[in-house]
């Protein structure tokens, strides 16, 4: 079993950054899937960036060479580096990791962007 918490989010102007950061309670060496997702108030959840031990990563056009996924297994924790932040940004953000037959997600971290 892995639990997953996030942390970093918070309220931020329109063109600042955050880093978000996932940390998972067992080793993630061996995750075979990593992505962060966000859901806005009345809006379904959507995948925002994902990476895989052996694939590149891949991103939602409307965060591209905004945000960045990074993953340190040394400190087992996943990354979400949020540049240009705008206000439609603005979400609850999740992480999830898939691993062997487990699909775990973390509680979520809210982000506000101001205009």
């Known amino acids: 079993q892995v639990q997953l918490v996030e942390s970093g989010g918070g309220l931020v102007q329109a063109g600042g950054s955050l880093r978000l950061s996932c940390a998972a309670s067992?080793?993630?060496?061996?995750?075979?899937?990593m992505g962060w997702y966000r859901q806005a108030p009345g809006r379904q959840r959507e995948l925002v960036a994902s990476m895989t031990n052996y694939g590149p990563t891949n991103y939602a056009d409307s965060v591209k060479d905004r945000f960045t996924i990074s993953r340190d297994n040394a400190k087992n924790t996943i990354y979400l580096q949020m540049n240009s932040l705008k206000p439609e940004d603005t979400a609850v953000y999740y992480c999830r990791i898939v691993q062997g037959v487990g699909n775990y997600w973390g509680q979520g971290t809210q982000v506000t962007v101001s205009s």
């Open positions: 067992g080793n993630i060496f061996s995750t075979a899937f």
